[in-house]
DNA sequence: GAATTTTACTAAACAGTGTTTAGTAAAATT
DNA sequence: AATTTTACTAAACACTGTTTAGTAAAATTC
């Protein structure tokens, strides 16, 4: 019956399109902003059908959650190249902020807002991509220490303090918080070279490690 | 005539009211879940009579934005009893991260939430508590460098590196973020502990950069 | 081929939101 | 006593996420 595939393709379609769509406005004018009836509006259906497709908004916002963390972890594993630990590492900071900075709705979608996690809970599921991208992280830690860094640390702990270094400077210039302390303090005129900046000399705090 | 101050009186305390009964509701509920309808049912008049005392939902919100930092920052003053520089850092560090966990939706009007900051920014206010904050911050490390510690460092970059550090921790734990990745990875069931384990960790990296 | 069932979709409603407008009693002033 | 000001609100407006009931068209069954 080559109709009902035909059918069920389409509507795998339809599914795609409306994900498309929502994303497409939730990164214009973020996601509180974002109606129903815009996304059925931007897909020329109406409202009603996209909750054939979807629960309801949580569930948009979820599947979009899952895409936008594997192009988060995409962007680390091509990072494998790189052999040294420590390299890798600083790479894998700058990677993490070139993210958030390219897809600043993205990113508050991946790790700031709490529904698309709520979600998770309330499914059962685990948070595999969240997982593994913290997974990389750690092990990267753990083979600068193999390599002399980080002595007598806590690997785990450290990864959680690196993480959280990034992720605050990450969210503090999405916000607009960093902009707002920044002026007149920093003769940096851009905000992006400011981060790039502030990374630099946490990573210098990070080189000092060593001993 | 006394007659207008008592009412001028009155008029001020249910400005205050309001205030009280907002916040109350968004400590209770967040943000978004908190309606001004709610609000003016707690206090008993019309959501109508909200409009009189303050412009919009922001302007209520930026009034408990100024309370908070005033709460944050008189958190901060009472360290200066401690004067070595570093251990006064250490202490700042453990009143934010007990202020941010005692207050949570409290902090996310204070450094996540945009609306305040784009209210201050609409009001061409300059954001007084915010910078006082990052102020106190900045003259701690500068005096931790006049002992000897972070040497060779940008005073002010290194300043926005600790506090992104702080910032991090503490949304990723009030977020939720940190408990996901957390669970079966370190063996702390207490979530509060991880957080200060992992600031005992960042400490530690900080404390080797004597040399 | 006709009758039935399933599919894909929608119009309209429900209950909620922030905010504005028009109007009303009571108090203050003239 | 008449007028103006004050403090307040009922009701509406334009939204929101979501649900319900219903409808054409297509697929299936007889």
Redesign the interface.
């Known amino acids: 019956m080559g109709v009902t595939e035909r059918k069920e393709r389409h509507k795998e379609d339809l599914k795609k399109d409306i994900l498309t769509a929502a994303k497409e406005l939730f990164t214009q004018k973020g996601y ?1 902003s974002t109606s129903i009836r815009a996304i059925a509006e931007k897909i020329e259906y109406s409202p009603a059908t996209i909750y054939l497709y979807y629960k309801d908004k949580n569930e948009i916002v979820h599947a979009l959650h899952q895409d936008g963390f594997r192009l988060l972890v995409s962007h680390f594993e091509v990072l494998n190249t790189v052999s040294n630990p420590f390299e890798r590492l600083k790479a894998m900071g700058r990677a993490y902020i070139h993210f958030a900075m390219q897809n600043p709705d993205i990113y508050q979608l991946l ?4 529904e698309p ?2 979600h ?1 809970a309330n499914c059962f599921e685990d ?1 595999h991509e ?2 593994r991208a ?1 997974d990389i992280l ?1 092990k990267t830690v753990s083979e600068c220490q193999g390599i002399g860094y980080f002595k ?3 690997a ?3 990864s ?2 690196i ?7 990450c ?2 210039r999405i ?4 902009g ?3 002026i007149a ?2 003769n940096q005129l851009d905000l992006d070279h ?1 981060i790039g ?2 990374y ?3 990573v ?3 080189e ?2 060593t ?1």
Do not use: I
Not at 111 to 114: G, L, S
């Open positions: 509180e790790f700031v807002m709490k996690l709520e998770v948070w969240g997982d913290f750690l007598g640390l806590d785990t702990m450290l959680f303090s993480w959280s270094t990034m992720h605050g400077m969210t503090l916000t607009g918080h960093l707002h302390v920044a303090r920093a400011l900046a502030a630099e000399t946490y210098a705090t990070l000092n490690l001993t």
